[in-house]
């Protein structure tokens, strides 16, 4: 009897360390799943206007809807400088700029 309680007692620690065995994967997954952004990423939109330069930064003035945005990419805005066009790209509404993708004359 004292042998079947021994054994009783080292499967039931056996099974209380086999428990324990996944919890730092389990851990990880948590916080991995916690640090993972939950907005879904902007998707591209096109907007039309003219580019003006100010300074080092270029922004699209959209008459049609009266709102001047700033864009980030100087290269290529620098090109169109008083022109119509198109930029595609994703907006930034709390700043209002424009992660450029294309800028084509309009």
């Known amino acids: 009897m004292k042998k079947f309680s021994i054994l009783v007692g080292v499967f039931a620690v056996l099974v209380v360390l086999g428990s324990m065995a996944g919890t730092p994967i389990q851990a990880r997954a948590l916080v991995a799943q916690a640090n993972t952004p939950s907005t879904p990423q902007a998707t591209a939109q ?4 003219t580019i003006a330069k100010s300074g080092d930064t270029f922004t699209l003035n959209d008459s049609a809807n009266k709102t001047t945005y700033t864009l980030d990419d100087t290269q290529r805005a620098s090109q169109f400088v008083g022109k119509s066009v198109k930029v595609t790209g994703t907006l930034d509404s ?3 700029m424009i992660h450029v ?3 084509q004359a309009g």
């Not at 096109?46 to 206007?49: A, N, V």
């Open 46 to 49: 096109t907007f039309t206007g």
């Open 94 to 96: 709390q700043t209002k």
């Open 101 to 103: 993708q294309s800028i």
